[in-house]
């Protein structure tokens, strides 16, 4: 996600920081590339002519060209705006706890509606909601089958009536609700070719039925401009409170992300990030300006590790280290719960100062599954006792993981050492919890 805008900011920072002082001609010519790399990754024209104006205007007031490092000030004076357009701080979202709370999804077809229903509902049940679907899409005959196969899969009650209009299923899937006491009513709607006269009536009068407290447009981030066009559209129409902009993983250059805000005066609240129901990120608005800027999301990635983290594993993780008993087997499940988090190149570049590094870098496709092959092709004593693969075992491991012997060398020689230093550093703080701190800050094997 904004790779392309990513490595233009960096291009156009790296040249500023060249210059000891910065002129006025300096800020201008910087000023004119932030535009065209704007431009070019599809924000809308009237957003970027605004947001140029004002870093102009700023930058050339003393704060920038008087500091001592104006190179710096100009980069956070482009951070402080891009964060604006974006929306500034995000919005909490605030459900009552004495009543059933609505969210109605609505927005063009295929643009990731239901799929954001799933979402949201694994989303609201780790902070402690009880959720239930509502499957109010009759016009695609698979449609209720494939709210009712992820809700399944989640263990999500899903509410449907093939036999009923979608305004009728959503009254009574309130009902239902209440009745089963779920604490959150997530409504999927059915999607349009374009925003039609219909589709705006039966919205309206499933959002008069229910009286959500949320209407969040879905809208794929992929279709850039024409997403933001819709939005306002629709905007105009219903009304919405929120966005979802799904299908960030992909390609899309970023446009429409830094356009909606600012367009439609309503933010972006999440991303899609994957297919998956674990695909969904709160949108931050100054952590995702630091992510685009090559400045990193620490927070972001924190809060992924403790998502994922299991704890009871972590605990008997640690004791082992201390112990010195940290086999092979341990490394692997570690690896596999730094991927739960997320691709590798992904996680990596939300660590500040390394995104720019490893532009480029095949970290997941090599890395990760070489290492992951090779393990798997050790017989279980040999991922618990490193120490007995000789020769002739190397060759076979090599073999079956599709790798070198020079791979399984440099693997086993890697892992020797790490298993030394982490022996030094459980000694040397003697505290709980060292070794297991290394490993979470480990991707460098
Ligand atoms: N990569 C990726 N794919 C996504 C994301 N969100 C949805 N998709 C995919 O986009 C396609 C359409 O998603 P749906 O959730 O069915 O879209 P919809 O808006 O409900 O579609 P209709 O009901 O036909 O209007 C599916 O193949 C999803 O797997 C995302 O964040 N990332
Ligand atoms: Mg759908």
Same mark, same amino acid.
């Given at each position: 996600m904004f790779e392309e805008l990513s490595s233009r900011f960096e291009t156009i920072f790296k040249k500023l920081r060249g210059h000891g002082k910065l002129s006025e001609a300096n800020v201008s010519e910087a000023v004119r590339d932030v535009k065209r790399a704007l431009l070019e990754a599809d924000v809308n024209y009237k957003v970027v002519k605004k947001f140029a104006a004002r870093v102009q205007e700023k930058a050339l007031g003393s704060t920038v060209l008087d500091s001592i490092t104006p190179g710096q000030q100009f980069i956070k004076l482009v951070h402080d705006e891009l964060t604006g357009i974006m929306g500034g701080a995000s919005r909490q979202i605030k459900f009552h706890t004495n009543r059933v709370n609505v969210i109605v999804l609505a927005g063009l077809q295929g643009s990731g509606k239901t799929t954001a229903c799933a979402k949201l509902a694994l989303h609201f049940r780790k902070q402690g909601h009880r959720p239930i679907m509502a499957a109010c899409d009759m016009y695609r005959p698979a449609a209720v089958d494939q709210l009712e196969t992820l809700g399944k899969a989640l263990g999500v009650p899903v509410f449907s009536d093939r036999s009923a209009k979608p305004v009728a299923i959503a009254k009574a899937a309130l009902e239902a609700a209440k009745r089963e006491d779920n604490s959150l009513l997530i409504v999927d709607t059915a999607g349009r070719l374009h925003v039609d006269k219909d589709m705006m009536a039966e919205l309206k009068e499933i959002c008069a039925a229910v009286k959500p407290e949320e209407i969040f447009f879905v809208a794929d981030a992929m279709t850039g401009q024409d997403a933001v066009n819709v939005a306002a559209e629709f905007h105009k129409e219903v009304g919405f409170? /929120?966005? #979802?902009?799904?299908?960030?993983?992909?390609?899309?250059?970023? /446009?429409?992300?830094?356009?909606?805000?600012?367009?439609?005066?309503?933010?972006?609240?999440? #991303? /899609?990030?994957?297919? $998956?129901?674990?695909?969904? +990120?709160?949108?931050? &608005? +100054?952590?995702?300006?630091?992510?685009? =800027? /090559?400045?990193?999301?620490?927070?972001? =990635?924190?809060?992924? @590790?403790?998502?994922? @983290?299991?704890?009871e594993s972590n605990k008997k993780l640690e004791k082992k280290i201390r112990r010195n008993q940290f086999t092979l087997q341990d490394f692997l499940e570690q690896l596999r719960q730094i991927k739960k988090?997320?691709?590798?190149?992904?996680?990596?570049? %939300? #660590? &500040?100062?390394?995104?720019?590094?490893?532009?480029?870098?095949?970290?997941?496709?090599? %890395? *990760?599954? $070489? #290492?992951?092959? *090779?393990i798997c092709s050790m017989t279980m004593r040999e991922r618990e006792k490193p120490v007995i693969i000789d020769g002739s075992r190397r060759k076979r491991i090599a073999a079956g993981s599709g790798t070198t012997v020079q791979d399984v060398n440099k693997l086993l020689k890697q892992f020797d050492s790490m298993k030394t230093m982490m022996k030094r550093m459980t000694k040397m703080t003697g505290k709980r919890g060292a070794g297991a701190a290394m490993m979470r800050n480990m991707p460098q094997f």
């Open positions: 409170t /929120g966005a #979802i902009l799904s299908k960030m993983d992909g390609d899309a250059r970023g /446009g429409a992300a830094l356009s909606i805000q600012d367009v439609t005066g309503v933010a972006v609240q999440y #991303i /899609g990030v994957g297919e $998956k129901p674990d695909g969904l +990120e709160v949108f931050h &608005p +100054e952590r995702m300006a630091s992510r685009i =800027l /090559g400045m990193g999301d620490i927070v972001t =990635l924190v809060e992924r @590790a403790q998502e994922t @983290a299991d704890v988090m997320g691709s590798l190149s992904e996680l990596l570049a %939300m #660590i &500040p100062g390394l995104g720019g590094q490893l532009k480029g870098a095949d970290v997941d496709g090599t %890395m *990760m599954v $070489k #290492i992951e092959a *090779m």
